[in-house]
């Protein structure tokens, strides 16, 4: 995929223009989902899909059992189509990966598949206690209604970023009728709205406690036509629910280095066209870790086969969540590294900077490591002295260069 270098000083369009849907590198079963979309819609349909096809993934693993989790926000005008074409096709597998949902509920055995945004922290917090490692779907069709109050989306937060990682949640509030206990969610949701809407939860608070970080916006664009609503044949659909339920039959954590390789190669590339903006290079985690999750959830739809493809879909994945971020997140995330540096990591640096560089000078033009501990110790260096990791920086930084082993000659 041909990337544009110069995405950071100049915004690019989310669309169909900048990043099309990969429809000859999908899955059938996606592809059989969206192509009766415009094409403008196909791939925000497509991102979508995601949570919903994770979630009927719901034990395929990777990592050393890390959820294939995505979390979506689908943001367009009011009256624009969102949760009626773009969502469409997420919503007809969540309607049917969620086919037992009412079962449980009533006998409140296992915890639903599919759980409104507007569910109370306490009730879905005894849901998630009940969801025995498997991955459970949040969805709104306005995120103006979640959890009732911007409190409420608060409180949930802490339990959104944990169920994308797959680790344990503990809460304790004073409340009495507060849920009290620990829960390891595994969470995909898809959540819709305007764009002011949207904003207002996915805020600088959610921004700096990363819930934000794990999101990929995805900006439904105006169609100017008079779009079809999506009407499945007997035989497509059949083909539909055969892949939904080979997903929930599969139990495989996925290690395959091809994924892996191609993940890593993709953030060296972006992080040279980065270099000096930490914050940007820093930016680059998540996207790489849906680039793995998006390969993944492919090559298992692809029934383990066209490992190529599975890998340009990740890929594709990743490009959008990272475009998109830098569209709506970066300068935020800018300000905020600011002003952090103010309190701690500028007025550190400096101060280790300078006292390395004093080091250096006072170190005789030929040292031996020995001299360098020496040094510390008489100085009163805080940190440990016989940490070698100064020796490694000052070589890469082409201040000293290596003699024999172990003696060093300042460059």
Known sequence: MEQNSNFLTHQQPLDCEALPFPSAKAPEVIKLLVNQLPAC????????LLPALATAASRVTYENYRPLAFHVA??????????????????????????????YRQDGSKCPKLIGFETSIVQLSKYLQKSNNEM?????DEISQAVSTNN?????QPILRKGFDGISHTMDYKDRDSFRGTIKPRISFLACGTPDSLFKYFDKKAIEEGTTRRVIFVEHPVYDGEP?????????????????????????????????????????????????????????NTPTDLFKRGAYLAYTLNHYQNLNNAVSFGKWIAEYMLRAAINLTLQAQRKIADEGKKYFTESTQNLCKDFNDKMLQELPEQFKFQDVIDYRNKNGYSGDPCNPNIISRWIKRNKIKIITKGLYQKA
């Open 152 to 156: 409420g989306f608060l409180q949930l």
């Open 136 to 140: 459970t779907m949040l969805y709104t």
């Open 41 to 48: 819609w196909q791939q925000t349909a497509a991102l979508a």
């Open 228 to 284: 079809k609503q999506i009407q499945f044949t007997k035989e497509q659909w059949e083909a539909i629910t055969k892949e939904i339920e080979f997903l929930e039959q599969q139990n495989i954590d996925l290690n395959i280095p091809e994924i892996e390789k191609a993940a890593l190669k993709w953030k060296n590339n972006y992080k040279k066209q980065l270099k000096g903006d930490l914050v940007a290079q820093l930016m680059l």
């Open 74 to 103: 689908i943001f367009g005008l009011a009256g624009s189509g969102k949760s009626q074409f773009t969502c469409r096709p997420a919503q007809l597998v969540q309607d049917y990966i969620a086919r037992m949902d009412q079962i």
